[in-house]
């Protein structure tokens, strides 16, 4: 018994310097040397715009929150050309209308909605207003989500 007591006081005493350090981090997600991953440190990345944007490819996957409380009450956010594979989210923050325009070639493929290549898709113009395009194919981007019922075609003038 005196044996056994002995070897739980030892572990008590050298087990915590086994316990994991930091050993990677990258701003959202942070994994310990004892492999276990840190779910609270994980955020999903996001960037908030206040003028008209260009998405890049490196952003796919991030969400884009379109803030009109900072300056105008529609914005433009155009996507990537030649961007089979990636995905973007847009959405609205504070009402006002958010312009999807795809490359000129591209076609963005909204539901029984007939839209042109090169058409920009018009949100609704309420607060919440999101969506979620991906690229499947070459020149045509497909909603795969969003919020909002009045996402319209708005030809290729936008605004």
Not at 41 to 66: D, Q, R
Not at 96 to 114: K, Q, R, W
Request: charged content about 15%; aromatic content about 8%; glycine content about 10%.
């Amino acid at each position: 018994m005196k044996r056994f007591l002995a070897l739980i006081a030892v572990m008590c005493l050298v087990l915590p310097c086994f316990a994991g350090t930091n050993i990677y981090n990258d701003g959202y997600t942070t994994i310990d040397s004892t492999g276990v991953i840190d779910v609270y440190a994980a955020k999903l990345p996001y960037k908030v715009i206040v003028t008209n944007n260009t998405l890049v490819a490196s952003e796919s996957g991030w969400t884009t929150v379109v803030d009109t409380l900072q300056g105008d009450a529609s914005y433009t956010v155009t996507l990537p050309a030649s961007a089979v594979g990636l995905a973007f989210t847009v959405t609205q923050s504070s009402g006002g209308t958010i312009y999807i325009d795809p490359a000129i070639a591209d076609t963005i493929a909204y539901g029984e909605m007939p839209m042109d290549a090169g058409d920009k898709l018009q949100s609704g113009g309420s607060t919440g207003d999101s969506i979620t395009l991906i690229c499947p194919v070459a020149n045509t981007w497909v909603p795969i989500a969003g919020h909002g019922n009045n996402w319209a075609d708005a030809g290729t003038d936008g605004e």
